[in-house]
């Protein structure tokens, strides 16, 4: 064996089913015994990787020790090769794959035929079709075949199951879903069945082959069993398997608080197959500081209900007692979702919701894609709106991108008798740092509404401008609300300037809160001051 194949073997080695280049090799090795023919169509493994590549190398290849290599092919334990074997046949003799696998289904002695009746079962299963309809176009000999693997499906039954519960585990989900294709029933009452008959203890087999299908149909355990559960003895056999994920559910928990992202996030992968099982950590990942994390859990809880993302969405936003971390989330996914244009819009044109449901609503729709074309026409309706939320959620939605409506929208809402729309408004010419508003946002460093006064403090801190510090030094030494007095010292840290290390210094001395002083003196070491 060279090197280069020596390594390429250990690299492969953790293939599943044996499908990969070491599959591949041994496959090869069982049953090509003549040594030269064996150098020249093994060698085809370190191309391919497939566990039948060798065997349609095999076809091209004429004379009695390729012929003795295809027919040991046709009893190799693994089906793929065995069905690889039919095709390189098929190969040789210029018909179709379907009508060999036919002629060598009626053919096949009595004590050979559940082999035979196996490969057409996985075969025409892996096409995601019954054994008849794979059979329907094998010509003549096909209704006959498909016939006789049915007539054996018992024997079949068997084989897939020893699968099922196989030792490799790689093995089990692609022989559930198979076995279930063939049968014509649902994964999860082919490993209900095939529990019943078989001790607790090996429930982890059957377990870890249903997780398999969950992924493979991008749906979840909980929501498979759940659809499944119609008897009273159904209910016994899922709570086993509900045993078994609860155990594997609480060594998954861990990975929610991993320091790494990508910990986190494959760990959240991982919860999305045990669907309505894992609600609990999927609603914790819903506050994950990462969006992508949160925006997976979202989804995972939205399919585990059996819901449209937008449909998970409406659920979770007009209950009211849902946390504000979760909100986040979702407002997130329903914004970047491609029906997120009706959605929003149905949220925020909806009376019965709360005003701060709605206005959240209208302020996402400048993140909605579809609404591109039209999303002034659509965000202007809500400007006028009477609850004061709603119209300030049509101002930030009107801020991206800056145009001349929004600029309008922002003029007007500086004049708005309701603090909202006023914070909104001054959140605007922050974040687009219009200076040409400075004068405005000034004068209101003197509104009546602290929150106001708040929101004009972090617009000057952006805007950055020198004229500014007189005017926040004065609020900081001034203002009756500690919280506004904590954003003035915030600016006057960042904007700096010896009137600016002044004020600082005087509130560190003098404010009664403590807060308050906490921030001047992390304002006066950014200064390059040296506070006791």
């Given at each position: 064996?060279?090197a280069s ?7 492969s ?14 496959a ?22 497939r ?20 027919r ?12 690889g ?14 009508r ?13 035929e559940v ?5 057409a ?25 498909a016939?006789?693997v049915?007539e054996k ?20 989900g692609e ?5 279930a294709?063939f049968?014509?029933r ?5 490993a209900l ?6 001790p ?52 998954l928990?861990k990975g ?16 999305r197959?045990?669907?309505?099982l ?7 990942a819903?506050?994950d ?6 925006q ?6 939205a ?16 209950t ?14 329903a ?7 009706s ?7 909806d009376?019965?919701?709360?005003p ?5 609503a ?8 579809r609404?591109?074309k ?49 914070v909104a ?7 687009h ?17 602290p929150?106001v006064r708040?929101?004009?403090?972090e617009?000057l ?12 030094a004065?609020?900081?030494r001034e ?22 290390a ?15 002083q ?6 006066l070491?950014r200064?390059?001051?040296s506070?006791?």
């Open positions: 064996m060279t194949l020596l390594l390429l073997l250990l690299l080695a953790g293939q599943p089913g044996s499908q990969g280049a070491t599959g591949c090799w041994t090869c090795q069982r049953n090509v015994q003549d040594p030269a023919l064996r150098a020249r169509v093994c060698r085809t493994c370190l191309t391919s990787g566990a039948e590549s060798w065997l349609l190398e095999l076809a091209e290849k004429p004379g009695p020790p390729a012929q003795a290599a295809l040991s092919a046709l009893g190799d334990p693994n089906w793929r090769v065995r069905w074997a039919v095709r390189a046949q098929a190969k040789l003799q210029s018909v179709l794959d379907r060999m696998l036919a002629d060598w289904v009626s053919d096949i002695p009595a004590r050979d082999v035979a009746c196996v490969t079962a996985r075969a025409a299963a892996a096409a995601g079709v019954s054994t008849a309809s794979f059979l329907r176009d094998a010509g003549a000999r096909g209704p006959a075949a016939a006789r049915w499906r018992d024997a079949v039954r068997r084989a897939l199951e020893v699968e099922v519960y196989a030792e490799d585990a790689t093995l089990r022989a559930l879903l198979h076995l294709t049968l014509g649902t994964p999860a009452r082919v069945e095939a529990m019943a008959q078989r607790e203890s090996a429930d982890a087999a059957p377990a870890s082959a249903l997780l398999w299908v969950a992924d493979k149909q991008n749906t979840s355990v909980g929501r498979l069993l759940l659809l499944e559960a119609k008897q009273p003895s159904d209910q016994v056999l899922i709570n086993r398997l509900f045993g078994v994920y609860s155990q594997e559910l609480e060594a928990q929610l608080s991993a320091p790494d992202v990508a910990s986190r996030r494959a760990t959240v992968q991982s919860l197959l045990y669907g309505p894992a609600r609990r950590e999927l609603e914790r819903l506050g500081e990462d969006s992508s994390i949160r997976i859990a979202a989804r995972a809880l399919q585990s209900e059996g819901l449209s993302l937008t449909e998970a969405a409406g659920r979770w936003l007009r009211a007692s849902t946390e504000p971390a979760t909100r986040r989330a979702w407002w997130e996914v914004a970047a979702d491609k029906r997120c244009d959605f929003l819009l149905e949220m925020a044109r009376t019965r919701l709360p701060a449901t709605r206005g959240e209208v302020a996402r729709l400048s993140e909605c894609e609404l591109a039209r999303h002034f026409e659509e965000v202007s309706t809500f400007l006028t709106d009477a609850q004061p939320q709603v119209r300030a959620g049509a101002v930030r939605a009107l801020a991206q991108p800056r145009s001349a409506l929004g600029d309008g929208a922002v003029a007007a809402a500086l004049e708005d008798a309701a603090p909202e729309v006023v408004a001054l959140f605007v010419v922050g974040q740092r219009q200076k040409d508003r400075a004068e405005e946002v000034v004068a209101l460093l003197d509104a009546s509404s929150e708040q929101a004009a403090i617009a801190e952006r805007l950055g401008r020198a004229q500014d510090v007189k005017p926040l004065r609020v900081l203002d009756r609300v500690a919280a506004v007095r904590v954003a003035a010292a915030q600016a006057l840290g960042l904007l700096g300037g010896p009137f600016a002044s004020a600082l210094s005087q509130a560190l001395s003098q404010d009664p809160d403590s807060h308050v906490h921030v001047a003196r992390k304002g070491a200064l390059g001051f506070p006791p």
